[in-house]
Each structure stands twice: as structure tokens, then as C-alpha cells.
């Protein structure tokens, strides 16, 4: 069972930058892919990074791609999102997921089995 806890959010301006962090426990990390998810009220998660377990191969969303960086660290249990060039349209609840590294990375909801509680990102314009 893997535990996922993710810090970071907040309030910024449009323009800002915010770093989220999510700290893993409870399983082998660099087994695990990982990935950022984000949700609004009244919408379906959208997918927005992901980076594979052993690997620097990451995806990114065309929505955040060039303003948005995954990364991890499998010693420290924790991957990040930095978030630069920060929208208004890039407000939501932003979850950390995880799933078994199986060669693939994967860009559904349906297959992260690990999910964290999700930290609030609000962007004024």
C-alpha cells in the first residue's frame, strides 16, 4: 500500500510560479510511475505530467507543456511539479497518482491505483 501526501499549493497571480511536492511511503518508489492529475468542479480529473520510475522519461499535457516540469527523486521518496508562467485557467485541486512501472507511461486516471488527497492551486488573474 502506497501513501501519498502532496504540499504546495495556494494562492498565486497569474504570471507566478508554485512548486508541489508529493512524498511517497509505503512501497518501493522506484517502482512506481508517477504522476500529477488536476480537477475543477463539475469536471473530469485532466491529466497534466507524468515520469516514469526508473528513467527521466516524462509526458507532459499540451496545456502545460513549456511552463510545467516533473521530476523525482527515488532516494528522497518525492516527486515535485514546478509550475511557472502560472494561468488563471490552471486553478484546480492538483493530485499526485501512482501505478506499478510497467515500461508504459500511462496518461488515464483509471490506471493509477494511488492517489494522495489533493492541494488546492489557485491562480488570479
Known amino acids: 500500500q502506497v501513501q501519498l501526501v502532496e504540499s504546495g499549493g495556494g494562492l498565486v497571480q497569474a504570471g507566478g510560479s508554485l512548486r508541489l511536492s508529493c512524498a511517497a511511503s509505503?512501497?518501493?518508489?522506484?517502482?512506481?510511475?508517477m504522476a500529477w492529475f488536476r480537477q475543477v468542479p463539475g469536471k473530469e480529473r485532466e491529466f497534466v505530467a507524468c515520469i516514469s520510475g526508473f528513467g527521466p522519461i516524462t509526458r507532459y499535457a499540451d496545456s502545460v507543456k513549456g511552463r510545467f516540469t516533473i521530476s523525482r527523486d527515488n532516494a528522497k521518496n518525492t516527486v515535485w511539479l514546478q509550475m511557472n508562467s502560472l494561468k488563471p485557467e490552471d486553478t484546480a485541486v492538483y493530485y499526485c497518482a501512482a501505478r506499478s512501472w510497467d515500461g508504459l507511461l500511462s496518461q488515464k486516471a483509471v490506471e493509477f491505483r494511488y492517489w494522495g488527497q489533493g492541494t488546492q492551486v489557485t491562480v488570479s488573474s
Open positions: 509505503g512501497g518501493a518508489f522506484s517502482t512506481y510511475a
